[in-house]
């Protein structure tokens, strides 16, 4: 039987390769996509989201539901890196720097968002299943998950797993210590790694490990249908901005594909090489390590009892061929 799946998405350019091979592989059940403030402000996100559903010939099929339009605390201090107070007219956090443009390159779309809440729907939809039948994938910052966790005390223990793409034990990118999706809302992601669900973290380390080449790239162009042109043209402008990057400066020009990832560990276990069950928090004391994913693996505490399991390395291969399967076998109209 397929996995029944909830993805929570803050589109962005990974993000909208996330939905397309979600919907596209045709291997899960995909009961409605999330979206969240993230990589852009919610009405974008969400706009991005019903793009890429239509590209991929979805329309009603998949319903898209926006949520959080803030991170739960951190723009409230007028100190934080997150604050709004500059911006005051712009919803959401302040990106550190531009990865994504406002729009991806796909025409605009006639579909439209559902009047339900994200919130409301993921609480309906989880409680009203089978105890722990559904999975989150959540490749965004997790305001959306977290709040529904505080205002469904049950929501938690119901999922049967979250995959969470974020956080980093050797890289970072948002800050010199945190990753984006846990710095754009640390708090929110303090609250689902203490829900107690069973959660698997697919960090930087991971999604480094499992980078997509211009090579790798121009083998999918070859597969010449539509979704090959627009995978091609939303990884090459990550390359484009990664190779302004000064630790990726030496590297061959390639670019993480990091919510993907997530989805494919969900489906392909195997494509994480390295993973460990870990205590992991985040670090919400605002400081410099503000929204730092923190391992204790000092397995003799008592503290440090593992509540998540990390992935350290990934199979780029196989992660490429998956991706590239999907591409190649899609039927266009
Ligand atoms: C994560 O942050 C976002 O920019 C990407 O979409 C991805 O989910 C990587 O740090
Ligand atoms: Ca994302």
């Known amino acids: 039987m397929k996995k029944q799946v909830i993805l929570d998405v803050d589109t962005g350019t990974d993000d ?25 402000e919610l009405a974008l996100t969400t ?42 007219k712009r919803a959401g956090v302040k990106m550190p720097y531009a990865i994504h443009g406002d729009h ?23 409680m009203q299943a089978e105890p722990q039948s559904i999975s989150l994938v959540a490749v965004g910052p997790l305001s ?8 469904e005390p049950d929501f938690a223990e119901r999922l049967r797993e979250i995959v969470i793409m974020g956080g980093g034990d050797r890289l970072s990118n948002a800050s010199s210590a945190a990753e984006f999706n846990i710095w754009a809302d640390p708090e929110a992601a ?11 973290i697919i960090p930087l380390d991971a999604t480094h490990d499992a980078q997509i080449s ?10 010449g249908n539509k979704y090959a042109d627009f995978t091609y043209d939303v990884i090459m402008e990550r390359i484009d901005a990664y190779a302004d990057r000064k630790a990726d400066r030496d590297a061959p020009r390639s670019a993480p594909v990091h919510d993907a990832l997530a989805l494919c560990y969900l489906l392909h276990p195997e494509c994480i090489t390295k993973k460990a069950d870990v205590s992991c928090h985040v670090d919400i004391s605002g400081g410099v390590a503000y929204g730092r ?17 990390f ?23």
């Open 144 to 151: 959306n998950v977290a709040t529904a966790m505080r205002a």
């Open 104 to 126: 991806l390159p796909l025409p605009e779309t006639t579909l439209k968002k559902q009047d339900k809440n994200a919130i409301v729907w993921m609480i309906e939809t989880v």
């Open 190 to 200: 303090e609250i689902v790694l203490q829900s107690g669900c069973e959660v698997t």
């Open 214 to 223: 211009e090579a790798d790239l121009a083998k999918i162009k070859a597969i």
């Open 47 to 88: 706009d991005n989201t019903l793009r890429v559903v239509e590209h991929c010939e979805a329309g009603e099929a998949v319903k898209v539901y926006s949520g959080c339009e803030y991170p739960l605390v951190s723009t409230l201090s007028p100190k934080s890196a997150q604050s709004l107070r500059p911006l005051p």
């Open 293 to 309: 994913t923190v391992i204790d693996d000092r397995q003799y505490m008592e503290t440090s009892e593992p509540n998540c399991t």
């Open 16 to 40: 909208a390769i996330a939905i397309m091979l979600a919907i596209l592989g045709k291997e899960i059940d995909l009961l409605g996509i999330t979206t969240v403030n993230g990589n852009l």
């Open 311 to 333: 992935a350290y390395d990934a199979d780029k291969e196989f992660f490429f061929d998956w991706m590239y399967n999907i591409i190649a076998r899609a039927e266009e109209s």
